[in-house]
């Protein structure tokens, strides 16, 4: 089956750094891809939709500024969080979506520590 | 837009009982629901899906769903659940192709 990648499982960083997350589609073409957020013991929260070749769509209470994403090409979306702090610390999940009626393949996720 | 909410927030069960997470969306129209479950430290899997027909869905793994439309539910069974079946379990449901999720039900099995 499909298989979606992200890099990296896990980062620590200090407050005020910015980090980069990497989502792939390995084996397909992914023209869109999403961004979840999931907090301990808590459900998966859309946070975005990637789009490649056009602006990112933020679910509400999302800031764009905050949590950069660019669709590189057909296989990559990256989300930056920027000036990352404490309360950004979570685990970072992308998916994307398969065939019809396939639903989506999700990435293993990304744990953030902010310090 | 589709939602979903499960009210199972925490089920503890021994191996060999019966399982059943309860499923319930909000939108009369058109309905596709999935369940997935998240093993601990591993992604999401796709565990069934509903799109149409027969209401009765079996999946992997020896779960079940049944859609009823009229109690608005899709609740997920397993007439005799392993130790294996510890995982998280999230209720799903598209809207295009973005995903809402349920607040998810964790599954603890004691031997």
């Known amino acids: 089956g499909a298989v979606v990648s992200q890099h990296p499982s896990w980062v620590i960083c200090k407050s005020g750094t910015s980090v980069k997350i990497e989502c792939r589609s390995l084996?397909?073409?992914?023209?869109?891809m999403f961004w979840y957020r999931q907090f301990p013991k808590q459900s998966l929260m859309l946070m975005a939709t990637s789009n490649e070749g056009s602006k990112a769509t933020y679910e509400q209470g999302v800031e764009k500024d905050k949590f950069l994403i660019n669709h590189a090409s057909l296989t990559l979306s990256t989300l930056t969080v920027t000036s990352a702090h404490p309360e950004d610390s979570s685990f970072y999940i992308c998916?994307?979506?398969?065939?019809?009626?396939?639903?989506?393949?999700f990435g293993p996720g990304t744990r953030l520590t902010v310090t | 837009a589709q939602s979903v909410s499960q009210h199972n927030h925490h089920v503890i069960l021994s191996e060999a009982a019966s399982l059943e997470l309860g499923c319930n969306y909000s939108?009369?129209?058109?309905?596709?629901l999935f369940w997935y479950v998240q093993y601990p430290g591993q992604h999401l899997q796709l565990l069934l899906k509903?799109?149409?027909?027969?209401?009765l869905v079996k999946g992997i793994k020896g779960f079940e769903a049944e859609f009823i439309k009229s109690k608005f539910s899709f609740n997920l069974r397993k007439p005799s659940v392993q130790w294996s079946d510890t995982a998280e379990y999230f209720c799903?449901?598209?809207?295009?192709?973005?995903?809402?999720f349920g607040t998810g039900t964790s599954l603890t099995v004691i031997p």
């Open positions: 799903a449901a598209p809207t295009g192709n973005q995903f809402y």
């Open positions: 509903y799109f149409s027909g027969d209401p």
């Open positions: 998916s994307a979506p398969g065939l019809a009626g396939d639903g989506q393949y």
């Open positions: 939108y009369g129209g058109t309905v596709n």
């Open positions: 084996d397909f073409q992914a023209t869109t």
